[in-house]
């Protein structure tokens, strides 16, 4: 079990379940024991810790509140929430890694993805063993995806890709990225597998924050991508952003989690 109590004068855990508290105890045990020890030199070196990926898969944290048939865990929100809180208290770029394999990559498939799409990322995803990244933010488009520039032009049976996103979490070790262009029906999501030709990945060095993050420039030039890898379920800005409010449901746990680092840290 876990040293960590933190402080609760809301009484918040009592308003959870059994199986909830059996899920956050569990990461903050995970996180003390494994995540606790390694991290300021991975914060201080600007690198991720890979190897704790597959530990993160067996614990079910990919994909948590998904349909186990796809490989989650059909989790409440509340538990897929627990989750964020409990990894951020262990660093940001642990939750972040979280976040955008759950929410913004094994999300937007399941929810907009054909069944064949589904089969072949959601399984793998979730065991850890591909990594996945979000192709939103761009250069001169940052909050504002209604002026994103990258663009999607139909080619016989595949669509083209053109243009360059911006910090982009696990950009240069995804074997997947969802990439949202502009096509002439609105803006759709592309799945863009690693070594397509054409796509590249940039990492972007020298960050003051989230430092054990990986993040990256992908640049996507005349990049062909058939039409089975697009996301048939939606169009128009309603599809990235539906990612980001799932997203951003995490962030907000995982922020409670900092809290709760930073006044244990102050406290000691």
Not at 20 to 31: A, I, L, Q
Not at 118 to 135: F, I, M, N, Q
Not at 235 to 249: D, E, F, N
Request: one cysteine or more; hydrophobic letters at 40%.
């Amino acid at each position: 079990a876990s040293r960590f109590q933190g402080v609760d004068y809301y009484g918040v855990s009592d308003l959870l379940t059994q199986e909830e508290r059996m899920v956050r105890d569990t990461v903050r045990s995970w996180v003390e024991e494994k995540v606790l020890p390694v991290i300021a030199r991975h914060y201080q070196e600007g690198t991720f810790p890979t190897d704790l990926v597959p530990e993160m898969a067996s614990l079910g944290l990919f994909g948590a509140t998904l349909p186990e048939a796809y490989g989650g865990a059909g989790m409440n929100s509340v538990a897929g929430g627990l989750i964020m809180q409990e990894l951020e208290r262990g660093d940001s770029a642990l939750r972040s890694f979280a976040s955008v394999q759950s929410s913004l990559v094994m999300f937007p498939i399941h929810a907009y993805g054909t069944e064949e799409q589904r089969r072949r990322y959601l399984p793998a995803l979730a065991r850890g063993e591909r990594v996945g990244c979000y192709g939103l933010t761009e250069p001169d488009a940052g909050s504002d995806p209604g002026s994103m520039r990258t663009r999607a032009l139909r080619r016989g049976g595949d669509w083209v890709l053109n243009g360059t996103k911006m910090w982009i979490t696990n950009g240069t070790i995804a074997d997947v990225a969802v990439v949202w262009a502009k096509t002439d029906e609105g803006i759709q999501g592309f799945l863009v597998d690693r070594g397509t030709p054409g796509l590249s990945a940039r990492e972007i060095k020298g960050k003051l924050s989230l430092r054990a993050s990986v993040t990256a420039e992908l640049i996507l030039e005349n990049v062909a991508v058939p039409e089975a890898n697009r996301l048939p379920g939606v169009k128009g800005l309603r599809g990235p952003l539906s990612c980001l409010t799932q997203a951003r449901y995490g962030i907000s746990w995982g922020a409670v989690g900092a809290a709760m680092a930073c006044y244990e840290e102050a406290l000691a």
